[in-house]
């Protein structure tokens, strides 16, 4: 009688259905973990990719540069990245696409001290602009000059790494270009310094996604990915509504960062996050790709699907 109860409960058990395991999904971030990266810890904080059945794991890389590459070799699902490298990458013959976006409006800047008596673009004429990454910022300052009568003949760029705060505090340049405006330019103004801020896009530069999310091209259609998506955008919306309570359990979670500077990132940036981050303004992209093969950071164009695709919402 036991046996057969014990037979009857064991069939019982192996006809119901197991829970589900949540699908693993490892996200390599483009940077170390800071207040950009908002929607996609609070997308955590409330449960959204447990909604979707994922398990998301966050990278944060000792080389900004590695990611893409890991995405695009196999050693990662996602990696955050920005517009105008994507152009470079694929360029590069990397198999990486755009297939989403985290913030949808630009952040670069190039920034002088009031104290240089830079008041205009015209006044950095025969003056030092301090550079991180060059191709990109040289087409940056080059076209802003241009709009306003110069050219980067006219002033003299130097490489300060990423020591862009540094070396203009230091008058080791007169402007940086690469500052962004809800962080280090906070932080000048934070060290007592009157910053003097540019931006690009108003000097002929054109609009950009400022950080994006890249996924290998061959594996586009992982049905992760768009899950992925729908919890950052409900994080999104989370974070607009709730940015005081986030905040909180996000300095929390990274005491390091619970500093003025950071709260005042966090807040600064709540209105950069893109609502949609499935949308693709397909207008943008082949603009910006025109900006970068004039500029001949890339050898040709191509169909914008080569480079950056929109899926749809599961």
Request: proline share 6%.
């Given at each position: 009688m036991l046996r057969k109860f014990g037979f009857a409960l064991l069939f019982?058990?192996?006809?119901?259905?197991?829970?589900?395991?949540?699908?693993?999904?490892?996200?390599?971030?483009?940077?170390?973990?800071n207040p950009d990266h908002a929607p996609l810890f609070v997308a955590q904080y409330i449960?959204?990719?447990?909604?979707?059945g994922l398990e998301v794991k966050f990278i944060a890389p000792a080389d900004p540069s590695t990611p893409p590459r890991e995405v695009a070799a196999g050693q990662g699902d996602l990696a955050l990245s920005y517009q105008p490298q994507l152009y470079m990458l694929v360029?590069?013959?990397?198999?990486?696409?755009?297939?989403?976006?985290?913030?949808?409006?630009?952040?670069?800047t190039l920034t002088a001290l009031a104290s240089s008596g830079i008041k205009t673009m015209k006044d950095f004429k025969g003056k030092r602009i301090g550079y991180s990454v060059s191709g990109v910022e040289d087409a940056l300052v080059g076209t802003m000059l241009q709009h306003v009568g110069l050219s980067l003949s006219d002033v003299t760029m130097v490489n300060?790494?990423?020591?862009?705060?540094?070396?203009?505090?230091a008058h080791q340049v007169d402007g940086v270009i690469g500052t962004y405006r809800n962080f280090e330019d906070n932080e000048l103004a934070?060290?007592?310094?009157?910053?003097?801020?540019?931006?690009?896009?108003?000097?002929?530069?054109?609009?950009?996604?400022?950080?994006i999310i890249l996924a290998n091209k061959n594996r586009v259609n992982d049905p992760r990915i768009a899950r992925f998506l729908a919890a950052v955008q409900l994080g999104t919306a989370y974070l607009v509504a709730h940015p005081d309570s986030m905040?909180?359990?996000?300095?929390?979670?990274h005491p390091d960062l619970d500093?003025?500077?950071?709260?005042?990132?966090?807040?600064?940036t709540v209105s950069y996050f893109a609502p949609d981050p499935f949308r693709l303004d397909a207008e943008r992209y082949r603009t910006y790709e025109t900006f970068m093969f004039s500029h001949h950071l890339i050898a040709k164009q191509l169909p914008l699907s080569d480079y950056a695709v929109q899926l749809k919402q599961p």
């Open positions: 019982l058990l192996c006809a119901m259905p197991l829970a589900r395991a949540d699908d693993k999904l490892t996200v390599l971030l483009d940077w170390f973990v449960g959204a990719y447990q909604k979707e360029d590069a013959g990397l198999p990486v696409v755009r297939v989403g976006t985290l913030i949808d409006k630009p952040l670069n300060v790494n990423f020591a862009l705060v540094t070396s203009l505090l934070e060290k007592g310094a009157t910053p003097v801020i540019f931006s690009p896009q108003d000097y002929g530069v054109p609009m950009d996604d400022e950080l905040w909180q359990r996000f300095a929390a979670d500093n003025t500077l950071n709260k005042t990132a966090w807040f600064q």
